[in-house]
């Protein structure tokens, strides 16, 4: 289990009956137990791949401007630290088509509002040529 | 005398007077049975005399009930309370216990690792592709952070982030350029509304715009049947060059009125 998991896992346990303290007991039981081996890797690449993934965490969460709530940047953290770069190419696709799919009404909102302003431009020149007509009209 | 020996009036004078005496027993019989009777339906009227030493002796009794159930109940109030302060420790006690887990359960979180499996054995991969990428040895070091400092490496594994901080900002913040709202995801969300609003704008002007052409056609000829039509263009690109074409001819048009207008005011002076 890794940090973001353990997290989600702590945060899960509410209130401070038997129910919470039994869960909170499983937890340090598990968190005590030796760690299962790291895979085939030798430890140094871990400890390399542990030290990227905060830094580029620590990077993103900073490139996110102020006002980005909370679920995102737990979605951008998790995808650094469970699914690693595929993860967050993954969820990079995810965000594009969420975007696309947005910008769609916004597209046919641009298309309504050009369309009214060449129906405005109409109408003034139908006043011009009213104003034309009229003068031609008023002519001995 | 010998009753034989009275004359048969005597006889019955005498029967009468026994007769007599035997009416007057009868009715005072009768009246006394009469007066007795009424009695009792008076006595059977009115509430029997209640039985007071009865009733005194049972309110002791029920007063002593009482009185032993209020000290039982007293009894029972104390253990209740006594129960209750012993509860509220106990809760006390449950609440330090499971914040002093919880203490315990952050500072384990604090050395559990920060990479699940996936995500170590996908940044172990990316590290040797980037380390085989700049001509670098991938080899241990003795300061990771100082080591990828150094070498910009968090700003080429930042080009893995930077699209998904890029879309997270774009729907949470918006901005005002093409690509979304100013105001992110409550901008998106009113879309459909704004979308609503000036498409009944439009057909406002749509018919506003039909009827005046509808006036003035036989009138004007082709030069309004030759207006461009917003509505056979499809594309955006398409309407804004129609509405560059639509500018520039209005301009003109304006021109030509201004100067209708001013000769037909000259004229008028003139004439």
Redesign the interface.
Known sequence: MNRTEGRRLLVAIHGQDDDAARELRALIRAWQAPPAAPGSQPPWQAAAAEALAELVGAAAAAALPEGVGTDSRERLAAAVTLGGPDDLAALSVELEARVEALQQPRAELALLQARRRCLELKLRCLDHLDAIFRAERAQP | MNPSDRSPSERLAERLVELAARRDTLGEQRQRRLRERRRELQAAAVSPEPDLTALAARAAAVARQAAERREELAGLSAELRTAEERARQL?AE??R???E??T???E????????????????????SAWHQGTRRA????AD??LY?GERR??DA??A??????E???????GDDGE???AG?LPA?QA??G??AR??A??DR??R??AA??AA?AP??GR??AD??D??AAAS?HQ??R??GL??S??AT??R??AS??M??QM??VL?
């Open positions: 809760d449950l609440a216990g499971v914040a887990l919880r315990r359960c952050e384990l979180l604090a050395g559990l690792p920060l990479l699940a499996e996936p995500a170590r054995q996908g940044w172990i991969a990316w590290l991938f080899e241990p070091q990771w952070a990828y490496t968090v594994a930042m893995l982030a930077s699209p998904a901080v879309r997270i900002r774009l729907l949470e913040l690509d979304g709202p992110g998106w879309l459909p704004e979308i000036q498409q704008e439009l002007s749509e506003e715009v005046r052409i003035v009138l004007y030069i309004v207006l461009p917003p509505f955006l309407i804004q129609l509405e639509l500018i001819l209005e048009l304006g030509f009125a209708a207008r000769e037909r004229l008028e004439g």
